[in-house]
């Protein structure tokens, strides 16, 4: 008789319901109106158990243990319209320990889903690079070790994400820093009062974790948030003091904003009620860029609630602005097959295919056959994107949602 298998798939617990006005719920709250924690207090730690103990009883039933794990795919997202937001559906991929094509991976998220526990019953945090030698050893009796690389590792952990329906940071993991911020604004930041306006040369790097048990918001005078897409113009944005002119918080990414900068962007628009502007260039990455800040990603729709910003504006560079700012050809860069087949791909995107402007947009820049940085601007004047390519754009509301 075939073994009866058991699976778990851990509740999602904790993605707030959308709010009348399209938003997500507020403050990273859970349905109930509590407020979730970084530190294992939004149930975390009890997925996790609950995790255990199914694998637990199925082996000593005799039966399979398996593992759920909703599907990261394409095929798997769907485009909230009401919202403006994407979100997960409820396929799933199964892992199972007596499938020799699927039990080194079962193995792999049980190994990380210890690991984490560890972390959440001390109160420490450790890095992707951490967890991965964590976790490795060499399997007894065996010449095989748990991870061949790290991308074995990271896999494991967007597994258990997806399955505990927790973000990487409540499960107290981090990432490189990557961002920086400057601005109008005082925060603390584990108990240091932290002056967004003294920031010097280099700005706040924004951490991995910006959960609310973490960063407070103490005092905001800024009236929006500038979110560029680079620490090269996010430097001369910091160095023309635009944040002191203009009165606004200024953020950068490091191209890809990593998922703190999200987080904490998203936080800025939905407590303190903060426009947020998007500077980015004038080609595929760029416009792809704003749409995983506005919509969310595939990969992390299961929590676009919390990371996206579905009212972010598109503020420039502009297919219009070679001719309407008079640049010359020494800034065009020709797209290549790839930047063409990427932009008719944003084109199809729902929430830009039905937008007229967003589809002028991809038109033209198709039809220039180049593409542009922000940093092209700079052949007007140093400051020419500081003093009056931004300002003007901004008075003008002349901006691409």
């Given at each position: 008789m075939a073994k009866k298998t058991t699976g778990t798939k851990a509740s999602s617990g904790g993605r707030g319901e959308a709010l009348p006005d399209g938003r997500g719920s507020s403050g990273g709250r859970t349905p109930t109106g509590k407020r979730r924690s970084t530190r294992g207090g939004d149930g975390t730690l009890e997925k996790i158990g609950a995790l255990a103990r199914s694998v637990a009883q199925a082996a000593h039933a005799g039966e399979a243990p398996t593992i759920e794990v909703p599907t990261r795919a394409k095929s798997n997202t769907t485009w909230d319209r009401e919202s403006g937001i994407l979100r997960m559906g409820d396929a799933t991929q199964t892992r199972e320990l007596f499938n020799l094509n699927q039990a080194k991976v079962f193995m792999q998220v049980v190994l990380q889903a210890a690991g984490i526990k560890g972390l959440l019953e001390e109160g420490k945090t450790a890095s992707l690079r951490a967890m991965f030698y964590r976790?490795?050893?060499?399997?007894p009796g065996t010449k095989e070790k748990t991870?061949?690389?790290?991308?074995?590792?990271?896999?494991?952990?967007?597994?258990?994400?997806?399955t505990?329906?927790?973000?990487?940071?409540?499960?107290?993991?981090?990432?490189?820093?990557?961002?920086?911020?400057?601005?109008?604004?005082?925060?603390?930041?584990?108990?240091?009062?932290?002056?967004?306006?003294?920031?010097?040369?280099?700005?706040?790097?924004?951490?991995?974790?910006?959960?609310?048990?973490v960063i407070q918001f103490k005092r905001c005078d800024a009236k929006f948030v500038l979110h560029v897409e680079k620490a090269t113009v996010w430097r001369r944005f910091n160095e023309d003091r635009f944040w002191e002119k203009h009165n606004c918080i200024l953020t950068h990414g490091a191209g890809q904003p990593p998922r703190g900068?999200?987080?904490?962007?998203?936080?800025?628009?939905?407590?303190?009620?903060?426009?947020?502007?998007?500077?980015?260039?004038?080609?595929?990455?760029?416009?792809?860029?704003y749409s995983v800040i506005k919509q969310g990603s595939i990969s992390l729709a299961?929590?676009?609630?919390?990371?996206?910003?579905?009212?972010?504006?598109?503020?420039?560079?502009?297919?219009?602005?070679?001719?309407?700012?008079?640049?010359?050809?020494?800034?065009?860069?020709?797209?290549?097959?790839?930047?063409?087949?990427?932009?008719?791909?944003?084109?199809?995107?729902?929430?830009?295919?039905?937008?007229?402007?967003?589809?002028?947009?991809?038109?033209?820049?198709?039809?220039?056959?180049?593409?542009?940085?922000?940093?092209?601007?700079?052949?007007?004047d140093i400051s020419y994107v500081t003093e009056t390519y931004v300002p003007e754009r901004l008075k003008a509301k002349d901006w691409l949602d």
């Open positions: 976790g490795l050893h060499t399997i991870f061949a690389d790290q991308s074995e590792s990271d896999a494991a952990l967007e597994d258990l994400e997806v505990l329906g927790s973000l990487r940071e409540e499960l107290h993991v981090f990432a490189d820093v990557r961002g920086s911020l400057v601005g109008n604004i005082t925060f603390v930041d584990t108990g240091d009062e932290i002056d967004g306006r003294r920031m010097g040369s280099g700005g706040y790097s924004i951490p991995s974790i910006v959960e609310p048990d900068v999200r987080r904490l962007l998203r936080r800025f628009h939905e407590e303190l009620n903060l426009p947020v502007y998007c500077l980015l260039d004038c080609d595929p990455w760029g416009h792809y860029i299961f929590e676009s609630e919390r990371l996206a910003i579905p009212q972010a504006k598109f503020l420039g560079l502009r297919a219009i602005d070679y001719q309407r700012c008079g640049l010359s050809d020494d800034v065009q860069i020709a797209l290549n097959e790839k930047d063409v087949a990427r932009a008719k791909q944003i084109a199809a995107y729902p929430w830009f295919k039905n937008k007229p402007a967003w589809r002028r947009e991809i038109d033209q820049l198709l039809r220039n056959g180049f593409k542009m940085e922000v940093e092209s601007l700079i052949t007007k």
